[in-house]
């Protein structure tokens, strides 16, 4: 029987536990003044293994969901980094990075209703509340825009040399507290599965975290480099990356001409 990979050999003595972090104060993050970069957004589907793209909203059907992953060249290379830093036999998959306001918008309102459908008490207040936890307000403010609208967000998995995603103890985009980064941290006891998940999130969070990611708490495969949650959680004062939007065909014509 083919056995799976498994890090509990080198991650149960090396990894430190992942440290519980506060949720994002929004109104605080979104004054963090952004200085602005015209780095361009690349295709992560160009970057050489072991680096796989898996456009989840795409493969969903999600209205507006482009079909690519696409991050700022700084964030692109630092993905690098962290997919050539994993023990071999596992890889790294990328999921989503810049997102189209209009499937950001898409999201929180179809989040907002499943909460408000399941938690009828909820006042206006605590359903966005809930809400944000998973997925930001939509914006294209350029002062504080959505973080996966700026290109330096990422949501992330690791993957089996066979492609096989890895169990990291709850699915991609899964709206429930075990999905927080720590909350596996914070179990007295944890069976085998769990366990393993456990372990895989650590080596997730360390290998970003050494290229200078940061993560979102409620989030296990979220992390930002140079947006305004980078420039939060990282202390760095300001952010790098505002808006950022697709070349297309269109607005190069009217470039050129």
Not at 60 to 72: D, H, K, S, T
Not at 175 to 203: C, F, G, I, K, W
Request: aromatic share 10%; net charge negative.
């Amino acid at each position: 029987m083919m056995v799976k990979p498994s890090c509990n050999t080198f991650l149960a003595d090396r990894l430190p536990p992942i440290s519980t972090l506060a949720e994002p104060h929004w109104g605080t993050v979104s004054r963090l003044p952004i200085l602005g970069s015209d780095e361009p957004l690349v295709p992560m589907s160009l970057a050489p293994l072991p680096i796989k793209v898996f456009p989840a909203y795409a493969k969903l059907g999600i209205p507006g969901a482009v079909a690519e992953c696409y991050v700022r060249e700084g964030v692109y290379r630092r993905l690098l980094a962290v997919a050539r830093s994993l023990p071999s036999g596992l890889q790294l998959v990328v999921l989503d990075g810049w997102r189209p306001w209009r499937v950001q918008q898409y999201l929180f309102d179809t989040l907002y209703e499943s909460i408000r459908a399941h938690h009828g008490e909820a006042d206006e207040a605590q359903l966005l509340t809930r809400t944000r936890e998973f997925v930001s307000v939509p914006s294209r403010d350029p002062q504080a825009p959505s973080p996966h609208l700026t290109g330096g967000a990422v949501d992330v998995t690791l993957c089996d040399e066979d492609g096989l995603m890895l169990d990291m103890g709850t699915l991609f985009d899964e709206a429930v507290p075990a999905s927080h980064t720590a909350a596996l941290e914070n179990q007295d006891e944890l069976d085998d599965r769990l366990v393993r998940a456990r372990d895989y999130r650590r080596l997730l969070f360390h290998a970003m975290r050494e290229q200078g990611f940061t993560n979102l708490p409620s989030e296990w495969w979220h992390y930002d480099f140079g947006d305004q949650l980078w420039a939060h959680y990282g202390d760095h004062g300001r952010a790098l990356y505002g808006p950022a939007e697709l070349d297309t065909i269109e607005s190069r014509w009217r470039r050129q001409l």
